[in-house]
């Protein structure tokens, strides 16, 4: 079997450079911005690249997940956006890179990782910047490990691997799912909720994931609906029965994602301990209560 014709027509690769183009000027512009704030105001540039870096690294685990989610359960839906979601498992080489920043600014984030804190709160003795940048490179070791054995086996089955590489990718899904959520769950207790070392949630983790489920699945939707327009490469591919079956895993997210958020609230709002009522009080604040109240009527 030979391999499959991936060539472009030259209206989509025009179309794909005048886009490339206007992408390294957006990017030249944020990387100036982003060494201005870096600058200027350090500490909130590197709270700001945090969480700007957990939504893009969410995009891209999310895809993976799906993919694998996908492999695993052999539906039909995943059939469309499989190249999208395994070419999105292809950034996390970039995104190790681009984790670079947050560990430079680990004594603006974290107050954990000054010494005179840890001492006088020994509770704070897993929160050490050693072991927290072990287990970063642990996390992205796996992400690339599976990343790179599904892009491979997948490319080996456009080939004409047959059954034999669908077994292994699947397989390989099922490890692969259960790192997924274990390693997300401790990137976002490590990453994000360590900001404030005092406060937790066991409930945290899977906010995360079905955050970027809900993320991935967007992404995949709005670059179908590109995709399928009239010189695309998706055109007469994509019909509206495709958009319906991603819309509807989309709001099965969204439903979920809400329903973690909720109930988190809800918990503590009923606790109302006070090492965990302040975190909700902060984020009520600044303008943020404005769009906390949005998401609840909408």
């Known amino acids: 079997?030979?391999?499959?014709?991936?060539?472009?027509?030259?209206?989509?690769?025009?179309?794909?450079?005048?886009?490339?183009?206007?992408?390294?000027?957006?990017?030249?512009?944020?990387?100036?911005?982003?060494?201005?704030?870096?600058?200027?105001?350090?500490?909130?540039?590197?709270?700001?690249?945090?969480?700007?870096?957990?939504?893009?690294?969410g995009l891209t685990l999310g895809c993976m997940a799906l993919a694998m989610l996908q492999y695993l359960s052999g539906g039909a839906w995943g059939i469309v956006i499989r190249r999208i979601t395994e070419s999105a498992t292809r950034t996390i080489l970039l995104l190790l890179f681009l984790f670079i920043p947050i560990v430079i600014g680990i004594p603006s984030l974290y107050s954990w990782s000054h010494d005179d804190v840890v001492r006088a709160d020994p509770i704070l003795l897993y929160l050490n910047v050693p072991f927290f940048l072990g287990r970063a490179a642990f996390y992205f070791a796996g992400w690339l490990i599976f990343a790179h054995f599904m892009n491979k086996w997948s490319h080996q089955q456009d080939a004409g691997g047959g059954r034999t590489l669908a077994r292994r990718l699947q397989l390989l899904s099922g490890p692969g799912l259960v790192f997924y959520g274990l390693s997300v769950t401790f990137a976002a207790v490590d990453w994000v909720?360590?900001?404030?070392?005092?406060?937790?949630?066991?409930?945290?983790?899977?906010?995360?994931?079905?955050?970027?489920?809900?993320?991935?699945?967007?992404?995949?939707?709005?670059?179908?609906?590109?995709?399928?327009?009239?010189?695309?490469?998706?055109?007469?591919?994509?019909?509206?029965?495709?958009?319906?079956?991603?819309?509807?895993?989309?709001?099965?997210?969204?439903?979920?994602?809400?329903?973690?958020?909720?109930?988190?609230?809800l918990i503590i709002w009923s606790g109302n301990l006070a090492d965990e009522i302040p975190w909700y009080i902060e984020r009520l604040r600044g303008g943020w209560q404005w769009i906390g109240l949005v998401l609840v009527a909408f």
């Open 193 to 265: 909720m360590s900001i404030e070392p005092h406060w937790f949630s066991t409930i945290y983790g899977l906010l995360f994931i079905a955050g970027q489920g809900l993320s991935a699945l967007c992404f995949c939707i709005a670059l179908l609906v590109i995709f399928s327009r009239e010189g695309g490469p998706l055109e007469g591919v994509i019909g509206p029965a495709h958009l319906h079956d991603i819309g509807k895993l989309m709001l099965t997210f969204t439903m979920l994602w809400a329903y973690f958020s909720y109930s988190q609230f």
């Open 1 to 57: 079997m030979s391999a499959p014709d991936f060539t472009i027509s030259p209206q989509l690769g025009r179309n794909l450079e005048r886009v490339q183009q206007r992408s390294l000027i957006v990017g030249i512009v944020a990387l100036l911005l982003c060494v201005s704030g870096a600058v200027f105001a350090p500490q909130q540039f590197f709270r700001s690249y945090l969480y700007s870096y957990m939504f893009y690294i």
